[in-house]
């Protein structure tokens, strides 16, 4: 036990209700998500349109690709706010917070300024046809109105996420994706904007988000504890977050890479495909975000545990959270394998698409099983801030991807391409656990 984090007392106690009060709100905040990504295919698809869903598709990728690379905000800002937590230190929360604000705001303008470039080079990048090219242009001139207070919101929900606020959590993401399901709907389907009418949707849902985030996270904040602007500034703390920000860069933009790869083959098959991979991609995007919930609760309580010096918790929370994982994976790949059909056919009415996507199903629905492990690891080493270890061992992932990629599409088409995606999420997971003992004896022996 680590006698120091109790002289000091900072020791905490880690216990399946502590894990549970920041995963299920944050599980029930990212359901939306992956709820908002359905109810966008399934406007679209409604229209049977095969290349307004492609273009739909390709549009959300690019945003993956573009807003994705910015993750580091959310996460860095978790980790550092988590071990200020750890530590007691109100004042460094305090600037964590301003620090990460001002570097998503600024981000966010100089994407709007950029955003007639990236769009020529993502469609360069992904070489839809022509009418679907026409639908990305404009699901993206849309949707890019809203790149500063998409960003703003990466950073308002690392804080509390790194105070372990799953409530608050639970609640921006709700007025997020709340605001653009029902505007996707009575602006897609009731005013027939379609493609068009999902993309206002998403930009008011962001919009609305981070203002009332902002709101909510300075009304909690003691005066008594405000860090002055040269705190904020402080070279020392800008060095300290840039280079966390660098190597969570790296590795955010080598997995959005992957799944952008994944894509751009897709394309190769044909629209039919394509759509039935972007209709299977809600699956995955289902799987992905419970088992961040539970990532969440993994990252604060590593977080803490480092901050307050107390290896128990980290020990314990570890443990916990991958029970929980692997048990809500398993049940939710089972699950996803017997309505699979039924889920397929309430989003689209295009029958060549429905047998494609069900023909891949298996695929997709397996997903959460073999990323159980990767997101658990991504949520552990964002909180202890091991962001060096977080990049190379993806770039050793993502070498492993391309080897299957190269070996499994050739031989077996769609079905190869989505065995690489698996067994990329299995390298992701196994690569990271192999470090987590000697990291944390080095961590807390360090720290005390």
Same mark, same amino acid.
Request: charged share 10%; glycine share 12%; with cysteine.
């Given at each position: %036990?680590?006698?120091?984090?109790?002289?000091?007392?900072?020791?905490?106690?880690?216990?399946?209700?502590?894990?549970?009060?920041?995963?299920?709100?944050?599980?029930?905040?990212?359901?939306?998500?992956?709820?908002?990504?359905?109810?966008?295919?399934?406007?679209?698809?409604?229209?049977?349109?095969? /290349?307004?869903?492609?273009?739909?598709?390709?549009?959300?990728?690019?945003?993956?690709?573009?807003?994705?690379?910015?993750?580091?905000?959310?996460?860095?800002?978790?980790?550092?706010?988590?071990?200020?937590?750890?530590?007691?230190?109100?004042?460094? !929360? !305090?600037?964590?917070? =301003?620090?990460?604000?001002?570097?998503?705001?600024?981000?966010?303008?100089?994407?709007?300024?950029?955003?007639?470039?990236?769009?020529?080079?993502?469609?360069?990048? *992904?070489?839809?046809?022509?009418?679907?090219?026409?639908?990305?242009?404009?699901?993206?001139?849309?949707?890019?109105?809203?790149?500063?207070?998409?960003?703003?919101?990466?950073?308002?929900?690392?804080?509390?996420?790194?105070?372990?606020?799953?409530?608050?959590?639970?609640?921006?993401?709700?007025?997020? +994706?709340?605001? +653009?399901?029902?505007?996707?709907?009575?602006?897609?389907?009731?005013?027939?904007?379609?493609?068009?009418?999902?993309?206002?949707?998403? %930009?008011?849902?962001?919009?609305?988000?981070?203002?009332?985030?902002?709101?909510?996270?300075?009304?909690?904040?003691?005066?008594?504890?405000?860090?002055?602007?040269?705190?904020?500034?402080?070279?020392?703390?800008?060095?300290?977050?840039?280079?966390?920000?660098?190597?969570?860069?790296?590795?955010?933009?080598?997995?959005?890479?992957?799944?952008?790869? *994944?894509? $751009?083959?897709?394309?190769?098959?044909?629209?039919?495909?394509?759509?039935?991979?972007?209709?299977?991609?809600?699956?995955?995007?289902?799987?992905?975000?419970?088992?961040?919930?539970?990532?969440?609760?993994?990252? !604060?309580?590593?977080? $803490?545990?480092?901050?307050?010096?107390?290896?128990?918790?980290?020990?314990?929370?570890?443990?916990?959270?991958?029970? =929980?994982?692997?048990?809500?994976?398993?049940?939710?790949?089972?699950?996803?394998?017997?309505?699979?059909?039924?889920?397929?056919?309430?989003?689209?009415?295009?029958?060549?698409?429905?047998?494609?996507?069900?023909?891949?199903?298996? =695929?997709?629905?397996?997903?959460?099983?073999?990323?159980?492990?990767?997101?658990? *690891?991504?949520?552990? @080493?964002?909180?202890?801030?091991?962001?060096? /270890?977080?990049? +190379? $061992? %993806?770039?050793?992932?993502?070498?492993?991807?391309?080897?299957?990629?190269?070996?499994?599409?050739?031989?077996?088409?769609?079905?190869?391409?989505?065995?690489? *995606?698996?067994?990329?999420?299995?390298? $992701?997971?196994? @690569?990271?656990?192999?470090?987590?003992?000697?990291?944390?004896? !080095?961590?807390?022996?360090?720290?005390?």
């Amino acid at each position: %036990m680590d006698i120091r984090g109790n002289e000091h007392g900072l020791a905490f106690d880690v216990t399946h209700r502590l894990v549970l009060s920041i995963a299920i709100p944050m599980t029930l905040g990212f359901i939306t998500t992956p709820l908002l990504g359905l109810v966008g295919t399934g406007v679209v698809g409604h229209m049977g349109q095969p /290349d307004a869903l492609a273009g739909l598709a390709i549009g959300a990728v690019l945003f993956d690709l573009i807003l994705g690379s910015f993750n580091f905000l959310r996460a860095s800002t978790t980790g550092l706010t988590a071990q200020a937590y750890g530590r007691h230190d109100r004042c460094a !929360q !305090q600037g964590v917070f =301003w620090r990460a604000l001002i570097s998503a705001v600024g981000c966010g303008l100089a994407l709007l300024c950029l955003s007639p470039l990236l769009l020529g080079v993502g469609l360069k990048l *992904m070489g839809p046809e022509a009418a679907v090219a026409q639908a990305t242009s404009t699901y993206f001139s849309i949707r890019i109105l809203a790149g500063p207070a998409a960003l703003a919101n990466y950073a308002i929900l690392g804080f509390v996420l790194g105070r372990g606020q799953g409530t608050v959590g639970l609640l921006l993401q709700s007025i997020i +994706n709340g605001i +653009n399901i029902v505007l996707a709907i009575f602006l897609g389907i009731w005013l027939n904007w379609g493609v068009a009418g999902v993309a206002w949707g998403t %930009m008011a849902g962001e919009t609305a988000g981070a203002l009332v985030g902002l709101v909510i996270v300075v009304r909690g904040f003691d005066r008594a504890d405000r860090p002055g602007w040269a705190e904020i500034l402080s070279r020392h703390r800008l060095a300290e977050l840039f280079a966390l920000n660098r190597d969570i860069l790296i590795r955010t933009f080598v997995l959005l890479a992957a799944y952008t790869l *994944m894509t $751009r083959i897709g394309t190769s098959f044909g629209a039919v495909t394509l759509a039935a991979n972007a209709v299977l991609m809600n699956f995955f995007l289902l799987s992905g975000y419970y088992l961040d919930g539970l990532a969440n609760a993994a990252e !604060q309580i590593t977080g $803490r545990a480092v901050g307050a010096r107390y290896r128990p918790a980290f020990d314990r929370g570890l443990k916990l959270t991958a029970i =929980w994982s692997f048990g809500l994976a398993g049940i939710i790949s089972v699950l996803l394998l017997l309505i699979g059909p039924w889920l397929i056919s309430v989003l689209t009415t295009s029958p060549e698409v429905r047998q494609a996507a069900e023909t891949y199903m298996p =695929w997709a629905a397996i997903t959460g099983l073999t990323g159980a492990l990767a997101f658990l *690891m991504d949520g552990v @080493f964002i909180g202890a801030t091991w962001s060096g /270890d977080m990049r +190379n $061992r %993806m770039l050793m992932s993502f070498a492993g991807y391309l080897v299957a990629v190269a070996v499994f599409v050739p031989l077996f088409g769609n079905h190869g391409l989505w065995l690489a *995606m698996n067994s990329f999420l299995l390298f $992701r997971g196994v @690569f990271l656990a192999i470090l987590v003992k000697p990291r944390a004896d !080095q961590t807390f022996r360090a720290l005390q």
